[in-house]
Structure formats: structure tokens, C-alpha cells
């Protein structure tokens, strides 16, 4: 199932691409815009399929949690990346564009998945919610459970770097909003991490686990795992909080430069 849906996604996206470009759009359809879809796409990949999963299902607290990160975060970022502009509407089938737009249901769903409040409380929700040590042991003994703690890990990752990107047109923010809201996630997610670095073990499959993998103990991989959440948060959602607040600033000075100059004065 993994790898007919990237399949698929790999076919729409090629498709949409290749129609923007043949339209004369190669600036907005270009190879650096694949590359990064791309990769994104075999960041998850990899995040499921290999030995990482094993790992982080029965070793390693430490391999789960990058596991989070590749399928949450670093992968959603590089697809989004792959995908703004109007190369987005291009990849996505005109039939299923067609639908959606005559169908209101459809309509007012779409509008309300893409709300910056809903997705900010959805990521929240799914962060820290699959987390909690009986929603986090339950998924590692059900597959149904597993399953979806990364779908929905996924779709919160995507929803919320698409909100940062500007990239939903009638939810589209300012600079200083999508700041604002980067960082606003940048806290919540250092909250989840610290708790993880100063409790005790949390979660009794790690605990119980005897081939202890690199010699860690269950407490010194709970903290590399919580130092791997922050690093990765620190690293994404903090660089896209200071670019943000560097386009916004660089903007409201030139806006003031424009306000300040003064007008031609007519000859004659």
C-alpha cells in the first residue's frame, strides 16, 4: 500500500508538472520544485519501509521517534516545498477539482480542514495525543492503531507546513501570522519534548525490551529521543519562524519608505 500510493502521488505529480510546463510555466515547474517533492516522498517511504520500522517498534524509543520526524515533519515539508504555487491545482486530477467545486459539502469541507485554527489544533492534538503512553503502547500493539498514528501524523505534518508555506489561497495569512503560528507550534512542541527528557520511562515496550540496541538504557534513550524532537522543531519550525519574521519586517520598512517619500511636485 505504501508504494502504490507513492506510485500514484509520483504519476500526478509528474502529470500536473508536465501540463504546467507545456503551458509555458517551466519557472513554476521546475526541477529544483521535483527534486524536493522527491525527496520528500522517499523521506516517508524510507520512514515506513525500512529497517527504521522494526527498530522503532520494538528497540528503540529513539528510532520511533525518527521515524515521527521523517513521516510528520522533515517529509511533509519537502512535498509542501514541491508543491506551492499553482503547481499544486495542476497535480491534483481536473476531475476531482470539478467535484469539489460543485459540490458545497465538499467545498465547506475542504475550507475547514485548511482553517490555520483547525490545523493548528489538529497538529497539537496528534503530537501530543499519540504521545501519551496508553495511545503510543496501544498503536504498537495494533497494526489498524500503528496505521493511523502515522496517517494522521502525516496529514497534520502537511496541513501545517502548507498553512506556513501561504499556501492555501482563502486561508492565505501574513508573515507575521504564519510566524506566529510557527511559533506557537515551536513551544507546544518543546513542551511534548521536555516532558519526554525529564520523565522517567514512559513507555514499558522500551523498558521491557532486553537486547538493549547501542547499550542504552531505557531513561538514555528517552532523552536522545526527546533531543531528537527538539533539534528537529528547533531546526524546522524555528528557521521558518525567523525567515517569516524577517520577510515581514523587511516589508514593513519598505512600506514606511514608500509612506515617507515624498511627492512629485508639479512644474508650471
Not at 36 to 57: N, Q, T, W, Y
Request: hydrophobic letters at 55%.
Amino acid at each position: 500500500m505504501v508504494l502504490a500510493g507513492a506510485a500514484i502521488a509520483v504519476a500526478l505529480y509528474a502529470i500536473g508538472w508536465a501540463r504546467l510546463r507545456n503551458r509555458g510555466r517551466a519557472d513554476l515547474a521546475n526541477w529544483p520544485r521535483a527534486a524536493l517533492f522527491g525527496a520528500g516522498l522517499i523521506i516517508c517511504v524510507l520512514a515506513l519501509l525500512s529497517p527504521l520500522d522494526p527498530v522503532g517498534e520494538e528497540y528503540l524509543l529513539f528510532g520511533h521517534m525518527l521515524q515521527h520526524i521523517l513521516l510528520g515533519d522533515l517529509g511533509p515539508l519537502l512535498i509542501v516545498l514541491g508543491l506551492t504555487g499553482p503547481l499544486a491545482l495542476f497535480v491534483v486530477p481536473p476531475p476531482l477539482l470539478r467535484t469539489v467545486a460543485r459540490r458545497r459539502p465538499l467545498r465547506a469541507a475542504a475550507r475547514a480542514v485548511t482553517n490555520p485554527f483547525v490545523v493548528v489544533a489538529l497538529w497539537i492534538i496528534v503530537m501530543a495525543g499519540w504521545h501519551l503512553p496508553v495511545a503510543f503502547e496501544y498503536a504498537l500493539a495494533n497494526r489498524w492503531a500503528h496505521d493511523l498514528e502515522h496517517a494522521s501524523m502525516f496529514a497534520a505534518g502537511f496541513l501545517v507546513w502548507l498553512t506556513i508555506a501561504g499556501a492555501v489561497p482563502r486561508h492565505r495569512l501574513s508573515h507575521g501570522r504564519r510566524a506566529a503560528i510557527a511559533v506557537g507550534l515551536l513551544v507546544v512542541g518543546m513542551v511534548i519534548s521536555q516532558v519526554i527528557f525529564l520523565a522517567d520511562p514512559l513507555y514499558d515496550v522500551y523498558v521491557e525490551q532486553p537486547e538493549r540496541l547501542f547499550g542504552l538504557t531505557p531513561k538514555g534513550d528517552q532523552v536522545r529521543a526527546a533531543m531528537l524532537m527538539s533539534a528537529d522543531q528547533l531546526l524546522t519550525l524555528g528557521t521558518a519562524a525567523a525567515l517569516l519574521v524577517w520577510t515581514h519586517v523587511e516589508q514593513g520598512a519598505a512600506e514606511m519608505a514608500d509612506d515617507e517619500t515624498p511627492a512629485p511636485v508639479a512644474s508650471g
